[in-house]
């Protein structure tokens, strides 16, 4: 899908001063480097790791603390990207896609100011990646953030985590617990919250922000019990928990791991009903390949035509039984709130499900081609998806195949972002204090977006990152400009809500 991911370098190396900055944490001592962004100098330190490497016994394991080192570590190139098998095809670009990928990737960067605006330390702002849960990285231009914490004169933190089958298998059973990857953003905001005085920072100022998935992510953080305190504010960009279909019963990821697992040859010996133990499918896990694992999950995305796999359960240990119960009692941490979305959710979802309209000027749909795709997306069988398609299609004609598309659009955005989001606006103003609500309403010109497409999904992410500054070639001076003030309001609401 063309303008899913058009941003994604994996940086190594920057411009820099051979100027190397060490810095004491708790795990030990770092050395970061000196870059200049847009004439200001950062200090950054890259690959920090945040837990143990989740490999070997620790695969399908709770996230360990990280031990402490003796000397200083290295801090001056991107760690690998946790693995994952995208259905969508994002690495095409890299000639060797696995050496950039590890189960080893539990890592966080940070952009460190070298020069204060203001006689206080600075306020910190912590991004979560999107990528439905199983695909994505902080390792990308359009994630890690250093023309924020340039023109913001704020930290800035991305961290990685592990994503699909490998954060969050199930199997039912004391050895998988599930929700390993929520569990690595908890260890990683701990990490942060005991570490980043030692940046300059001030551990009562942090703003958590994300977008898609990373926003449910920090939905979420607002309502687990182990994430209280670790944050004072949140902005949520196009991603809200007020939806069943963001947390799951943990039978859900059962029956879906189990599912994987059979597909990886681990699940039953040699295709008959024999089952194996608990322990042999585990030994049995834990020796193949993770690209084989990852493989497997990418085979059922495609058997399904689906881009979604798991979803963060309903444990009862980081997420409460029930999320949306809790909002609506108003059982939430005190935090501030920004939260976001954009006119056209559903465009950039649909045309996974029919590919060819990307390619079209005015697509058309039958009444039939929408149930299937809106069946397919929300996972909903015939007399349930019917309910969707007549409220959304009921008073169209069978061959007003125009406004079909636009409808089976809308339905798609409605139900998975925007009336979620509409809805956890309208608790958090009963419950809460001042909510900021914003609606980004502005394409990129030179992107090459069909009409239809209108601003759709992740529009925002590109100028609250400064990538126009990045590609000035492929942005309008006015967007740069644009660009700047989106990052002077998203800053400012890190520092003073």
């Known amino acids: 899908m063309k303008y899913l991911f058009t941003i994604l370098t994996i940086t190594t190396f920057l411009p820099d001063y051979n100027c190397d900055i060490i810095v004491q944490t708790s795990s030990g001592k770092i050395r970061g480097k000196k870059i200049n962004v847009l004439n200001n100098d950062l200090y950054a330190f890259f690959g920090i790791p945040y837990a143990l490497p989740p490999i070997g016994e620790l695969r399908f394991r709770k996230p360990q603390p990280i031990s402490a080192w003796n000397g200083i570590l290295n801090a001056t190139t991107m760690s690998p990207i946790c693995t994952q098998d995208p259905i969508f095809p994002i690495f095409e670009w ?3 896609k696995r050496r950039y990928m590890r189960e080893d990737c539990l890592y966080l960067n940070v952009l460190v100011p070298v020069y204060k605006t203001e006689d206080k330390p600075f306020s910190t702002m912590v991004w979560i990646h999107r990528g439905a849960f199983n695909t994505g990285t902080a390792n990308m231009d359009a994630h890690y953030g250093r023309f924020l914490s340039s023109i913001g004169n704020v930290i800035v933190i991305s961290l990685n985590y592990r994503l699909g089958i490998f954060g969050f298998l199930n199997l039912g059973n004391a ?9 690595d953003q908890v260890t990683a905001l701990r990490w ?3 570490n980043v005085e030692n940046f300059g920072g001030d551990r009562n100022e942090i703003t958590l922000f994300g977008s898609s998935a990373g926003s449910i992510s920090v939905t979420h953080h607002m309502i687990s019990p182990l994430t209280k305190g670790l944050f004072k504010r949140v902005i949520l960009q196009s991603g809200s928990n007020y939806s069943p279909i963001t947390s799951v019963d943990p039978i859900d990821n059962i029956r879906l791991s189990e599912t994987i697992v059979k597909r990886t040859g681990c699940g039953s010996d040699n295709g008959t009903s024999t ?3 608990e322990n042999d499918v585990m030994n049995c896990l834990l020796k193949l390949k993770a690209g084989k694992i990852a493989a497997a999950e990418r085979s059922l995305m495609c058997d399904k035509r689906t ?13 409460p039984s029930d999320p949306i119960g809790n909002i609506e009692k108003g059982l939430i941490h005190d935090v501030d709130v920004m939260i976001g979305r954009v006119p056209d959710e559903g465009s950039t979802f649909l045309a996974y499900y029919k590919p ?8 058309v749909m039958t009444k039939s081609e929408a149930k299937h795709s809106l069946s397919k997306f929300f996972k909903l069988n015939d007399s349930s998806v019917q309910y969707v398609v007549d409220e959304y299609l009921g008073n169209l004609s069978d061959d007003d195949y125009w406004e079909i598309f636009q409808r089976a659009k809308k339905a798609i955005g409605d139900g998975i972002l925007t009336c979620p989001i509409i809805g956890l606006i309208e608790k958090l103003s009963e419950h809460h204090r001042v909510v900021y609500n914003y609606i980004f309403n502005h394409a990129r010109i030179n992107a090459g977006y069909k009409k239809w497409e209108g601003i759709s999904h992740f529009a925002e992410v590109y100028f609250v990152f400064g990538m126009p500054f990045m590609y000035p070639e492929s942005y309008t001076s006015q967007e740069e400009e644009f660009s700047y003030q989106i990052i002077k309001l998203w800053t400012s609401f890190a520092k003073t809500g």
């Open 192 to 194: 942060i919250h005991e």
């Open 275 to 277: 089952q194996r133990s």
């Open 94 to 96: 890299v000639p060797d």
């Open 356 to 363: 060819e309209v990307l390619n079209q000027e005015h697509p």
């Open 175 to 183: 050895q998988t617990t599930g929700n390993l990857g929520m569990l």
């Open 307 to 319: 881009i979604i796999t798991f979803v963060p359960e309903r444990d009862g240990f980081f997420l």
